[in-house]
């Protein structure tokens, strides 16, 4: 992909909900995990994850597993931010995010 479709696929600096509820949806996908994994792993109840991903509002426990278990930073659920991303993990997310699309 090149830069520009990078940009595009990640909606790069859009920090609306879609965005994010897209970008935090597709960080489960590429991991492999389904929300109740998810849930578990941050110490919440399934619908409260379930709420964060429909509102487009991850919690920042969230942001921190998906950093921490992950390599998934903050950048790339806030702010579509790609260019930290280990190569690998931004070709999964990109993946995931251009089947949303």
């Known amino acids: ?10 909606r790069r600096g859009d920090s609306g909900n879609n965005a994010l509820r897209l970008r935090l949806i597709a960080a489960r996908r590429a991991v492999g995990m389904e929300q109740k ?10 619908q409260t994850y379930h ?3 429909a509102r487009g509002a ?4 969230a942001g921190r597993y998906f950093y921490k278990a992950h390599g ?7 702010f579509g931010d790609f260019q930290s991303l280990d190569a690998e993990v931004r070709d999964r997310l990109a993946a995931q995010l251009g089947a949303l699309e």
């Open 37 to 46: 994994e998810i849930a578990d792993a941050i110490g919440v109840p399934k």
């Open 51 to 53: 709420s964060q991903e």
């Open 58 to 61: 991850p919690s920042v426990a």
């Open 1 to 10: 992909m090149t830069y520009e479709e990078l940009e595009r696929v990640f």
């Open 72 to 78: 998934i930073d903050f950048n790339y659920l806030y």
